[in-house]
């Protein structure tokens, strides 16, 4: 069920992504380079969930070393130098498949190449306004600890300039919190 993302896994990632999240989340241009900031030493933290040939869920993260903490980010609060922190980027979960425990597989599947990648910490922005605050949980669950909260993390960035938010629209204000996992 759980394997290492792969090129070809890339449109249905695109496609689950911006069904989520929203439109304009991804494209291939977005996917091939958050796929690469995942790899580092031949290990690839990117995961997916297929069954029966159905994309049930995806996680990427951007290997300790190849992300820079930007203005979103408080390292000084995270008591581990930033190159030795992996970016939880994004935990996807289809909506048939939710509460089955999916996010926590892959996420763990990520937290166990970070660490051979030398990863001693990850940090996340989990999207405060998620179905049940399901973001917020599961991350809780696995250790994850609050560091800050970042309003309108998503308005308007250089990451994602055509994001339309499934909850705000094109002008989205929902809320990131900063979470640190020691691993």
């Given amino acids: 069920m759980i394997q290492s993302l792969s090129p070809q896994h890339f449109s249905d990632v695109i ?24 790899i ?3 290990i690839n933290a990117n995961f997916v969930a297929y069954q ?9 993260t951007y290997a300790p070393g ?8 408080t390292p000084d609060a995270w008591g581990i130098k930033p190159n030795e922190v992996c970016y939880f980027k994004c935990n996807t979960v289809a909506e048939g498949s939710r509460g089955k425990g999916i996010g926590g597989q892959l996420l763990n599947a990520s937290i166990a190449a970070a660490k051979l990648q030398g990863a001693k910490a990850g940090v996340s922005h989990l999207w405060k306004q998620s179905p049940n605050n399901s973001a917020i949980r599961y991350f809780s669950k ?3 600890v609050l560091i800050k909260e970042h309003p309108n993390r998503w308005n308007d960035t250089l990451e994602h300039p055509d994001y339309v938010c499934v909850l705000c629209g094109a002008d989205c204000h929902c809320t990131a919190s900063e979470m640190l996992l020691v691993l």
Avoid at 15 to 38: C, F, M, P, T, W
Wanted: charged residues 25%.
């Fill in 66 to 73: 190849h992300w820079l903490p930007d203005r979103w980010c």
């Fill in 142 to 144: 696995a250790g994850g």
């Fill in 52 to 60: 029966d040939g159905e994309l049930l869920g995806f996680r990427l």
């Fill in 15 to 38: 496609q689950l992504g911006n069904l989520v999240h929203g439109a304009g989340y991804l494209d291939r241009h977005s996917i091939e380079l958050l796929y690469k900031k995942g």
């Fill in 40 to 42: 580092k030493s031949g």
